[in-house]
């Protein structure tokens, strides 16, 4: 699941994780109130308005309505309003977004934290992820920060040092000086770089993560360190530990046919083809996406309804892929294990009926327990729906259907 920046910011907060401090607001009205409440709690005469959306490179990207970018700096507390009205509401794209860019619901007023003093505030790059080859966790570091981390591994791969930490052991001392070593830093900075990186992984570990990217972490010019940007994902399996993090979900940043799935208990990735498709278990539906391709189709979809496939998930699972326009022909595999075919069958005929005027041709597959007495029951329901039992069968009457 993924968080936004200010949210982000919390959490990290909360782990001692020293971050530029911010005050969130969903009305330009309330961004002057927001700006003053930060001049008394840091001081700072110029903020920085950013548009929070989940996605990044906000501050190159640009709102449509106003051409406004999506991080941008007043250098006064009257400026606050103007800027912040100019990015609330408006569909902001960035090379993240896609074209279609998105609304931009919340903006936070931060304080400016690249303020003049002894020395040029210094952005680095700092991310803590799984690596699932090595089953341990890697901290990526790079003296480039602020900039596109793809562009850094692609041009001057040189310049991303990797260190990775075993998640039984944990973060060892050596390590975070090591990196903050590589990131060229010494006196005051590197204690702090090392400070903020214990903290920083014991936040990911915290909170269950699978991805922590600040970018940038800053060096200020009095040598503090601290996360300008946080962009974190949380492991979907570990959410149940951490009901205080569920909250913090934002449904209107996702794909609202994915977020219906998700009520019925239903796994659903939207793809561009032509065939949609109801499966029980992953490893089954990447198969059948195979077998769609052989037969000349294209998947519409990845439709996982999990273990306890029956009336209720069998009509959601319908109704999900129905709304797709490109959909000219429905496969639904389902191999019978714990679930009888009969039974499945049965949940098949009544959702076709409970939907109505399914104008499309519809092949089920079922396999496994009561296989024959499932075929059955599709075969006499009368129904514009074609029955098999084996895959390659299945595959010849969907190709059938589309030509
Ligand atoms: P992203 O573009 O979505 O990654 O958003 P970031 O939070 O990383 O901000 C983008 C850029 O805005 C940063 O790389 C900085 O250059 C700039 N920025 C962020 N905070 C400040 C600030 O406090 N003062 C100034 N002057 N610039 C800032
Ligand atoms: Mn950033």
């Known amino acids: 699941m993924n968080i936004h920046e200010y949210q982000a910011k919390e959490i990290l907060k909360s782990y001692g ?5 911010g005050v969130v607001v969903d009305d330009a009205s309330k961004a002057q109130e927001a700006a003053k409440k930060l001049n008394a709690e840091t001081g700072t005469e110029w903020f920085v308005v950013k548009a929070q959306i989940h996605a990044g490179g906000r501050g190159k ?11 941008v700096l007043a250098k006064s507390l009257d400026e606050v309003p103007e800027k912040a009205k100019n990015i609330l509401g408006g569909t902001l794209v960035t090379h993240q977004t896609g074209e279609e860019g998105k609304k931009v ?6 304080e400016d934290v690249y303020y003049p003093g002894a020395s040029e505030p210094k952005e ?20 480039e920060g602020g900039m596109d981390i793809e562009d850094v ?72 360190i601290l996360a300008v940007d946080a962009k ?21 940043e996702e794909d609202p046919a994915e977020v219906e799935a998700g009520k019925s208990g239903l796994s ?86 409970k939907i109505g005027n399914i104008d499309i041709p519809i092949i089920v597959r079922l396999q496994g327990t009561n296989a024959e007495e499932g075929a059955k029951i599709i075969e006499e329901s009368g129904l514009k729906v074609a029955s098999a039992i084996l895959l390659k069968d299945a595959a010849a009457k969907v190709k059938e259907v589309l030509s």
């Not at 619901?105 to 931060?110: D, E, H, M, R, S």
């Not at 001057?156 to 830093?185: C, M, N, S, Y």
């Not at 306890?308 to 699972?317: C, D, I, P, Q, S």
């Open 232 to 252: 974190v994902n949380i492991d979907d399996n570990a959410l149940y530990r951490h009901k205080d993090i569920q909250e913090l979900r934002d449904l209107s």
């Open 61 to 71: 990207g640009k709102v449509q309505e106003t051409g406004s970018n999506g991080v």
């Open 17 to 21: 994780v020293r971050v530029q401090t």
């Open 268 to 353: 659903y990735v939207k793809l561009d083809g032509n065939v949609g498709c109801m499966v029980n278990g992953a490893g089954l539906a990447m198969a059948t996406m195979d077998i769609i391709k052989l037969s000349g189709g294209e998947p519409a979809n990845f439709l996982d309804v999990g273990g306890g496939a029956n009336a209720e998930t069998v009509e959601a699972g319908f109704r999900i892929i129905l709304k797709d326009p490109n959909v000219k022909a429905i496969l639904i595999n389902i191999f019978g294990g714990i679930v009888r075919c009969d039974r499945v069958a049965n949940g098949v005929v009544e959702a076709y009926k």
């Open 105 to 110: 619901n919340k903006v936070l007023i931060a």
């Open 153 to 224: 591994a692609a041009n001057t791969p040189e310049k991303i040092v990797k260190e990775w930490i075993d998640p039984a052991i944990g973060l060892q001392g050596f390590q975070a000086r090591k990196i903050a070593f590589a990131l060229g830093l010494e006196g005051n900075a590197f204690k702090e770089m090392v400070k903020f990186i214990f903290s920083l992984y014991k936040a990911y570990e915290g909170s269950d993560s699978s991805m922590f990217e600040i970018n940038p972490v800053l060096k200020t010019s009095d040598d503090k």
């Open 124 to 143: 680095y790059y700092l991310s803590i992820l799984l690596d699932r080859s090595k089953s341990c966790n890697v901290i990526m570091a790079s003296t």
